[in-house]
């Protein structure tokens, strides 16, 4: 709910919690869940952003504890130089990395700051976790960083707004994030908003691509009643290791054939 | 057909003849539309190497400057120091530029050089045309050259091999091609083959793509004759300057936001 820090820090929680309670391993929440998106001012960030020592992440990392997982979700970061919308990776000892995201979108550059590092891929017990937010996506730049630093999968909190697109079109940003999983042979999870929040419409593309580039799960479609706790799910069992392997024919190697000699590593 | 440049010649000259007939301003041939693509020996690419003087050029030049068109096309080329997987960029003028496919997919590698340079973008009558072959277009780092450089259009001559995809999906390579078109506001115009080839059946998956990343032509799918003559073709009118503005909304630019303090031009 768009600026109510306290109902989001419970409903967050709750669906991390209901994740682990269906045996989930990686949980991924969208973009800014903690304080909502649709900021029309700076002190409207400001007032609900919250640092990495938040309690709230100590209550995801207690429901993640249950099933050894990791959770990856986005919430509006008090930094020591100004405001940062961020992703937190969080497993049973807590808060893992923060990454701040370095793509802001048209107006978040009115309030947020833009990170000065490139995401991280973190080890953990399931795998090698890259993260990106949102529009970071539509730069292949940072996700062939985050294939080749590792990453088996990439957890993408995300607020897409929406727009018109051809009948029968999936979301332009899941057609971006096919290609990135494709290219570098790693599974994409993204976590989009549903609903409107203060007249601003989601695009609800909450997608899970595998290594090979083809979505395996997508998330339904929230009741036009516009509940915000309607949210919808989606889930999928995947090989994190699948993508490892990228020599893919007998001498086809997505990432030896890359001309780092013409274009840089 | 495979391995006759004579029939070759023939074919394509004509192939152009009747895209200028409608009235065509860019017409794009497949990948090695000279020689044929499933060579087995080093010889038997050699055999059907040209270079850029053959007459076929100018025989296309001679069809282009009916309509003060441009015609890309793939040919197996005779370097000095090898052969290479090649395209011609053709305009009345004669040949503007030859790229040198610098990502060789699989046993291409056996029998291809690859090129040392990445592809060019000409400045003809109708916009800037850039070139990419086949396996490049899985290279986001080439195609985001091809749109820093200008490219109003890719031409794309392509043989995709076909591989087995989930039901209702385009070939990956499309959405490949449709994520660099997006990211990169730039059309792209893919021109596969079709049938088969010793063996080898193609994807069939010849597509234009409009610099907002949709689709807006797909050539239909040949006769199971599969006779080489039957080829299905695509057309579209584009407006090739409808991408030069890179910027989409108020404060967001799909190059300016590039994070290059962080990866690098």
Known sequence: MFA???ANVAMSTSAVGSAIDGKARLVVLPELVTSGYAFETA??????????HHPVFASWAEQAARNDAVVVGGFCELGDDGIYNSA???????????????????????????????PPVVDTAIGRIGVAICYDVEFPE???????????????????????????????????????????????????????ERGQHWTEGTTIIGSDGWPCAVAGISAPANDPADFAVATADLDLTAGRRKR???????????????YGP
């Open 88 to 118: 937190a990776v969080v497993d049973a000892s807590g808060v893992r990395a923060v990454y701040r995201k370095t793509h802001l979108w048209d107006r978040e550059k009115l309030w947020f700051r833009a990170g000065s590092a490139l």
């Open 248 to 262: 893919f024919t007998g001498l086809a190697d997505l990432f030896a054939d890359r001309r780092t000699d013409l």
């Open 43 to 52: 002190a409207e960030a400001e007032a609900v952003a919250i640092t990495a």
């Open 4 to 6: 109510d820090l306290i």
């Open 142 to 196: 940072l996700t062939r960083h985050l294939g080749l630093a590792g990453a088996d999968i990439v957890a993408v909190p995300t607020n897409w707004p929406f727009h018109e697109r051809p009948v029968g079109e999936r979301p332009a940003e899941v057609v971006l994030a096919m290609a990135a999983a494709r290219v570098n042979r790693m599974a994409i999870a993204c976590c989009d908003r549903s609903g409107t």
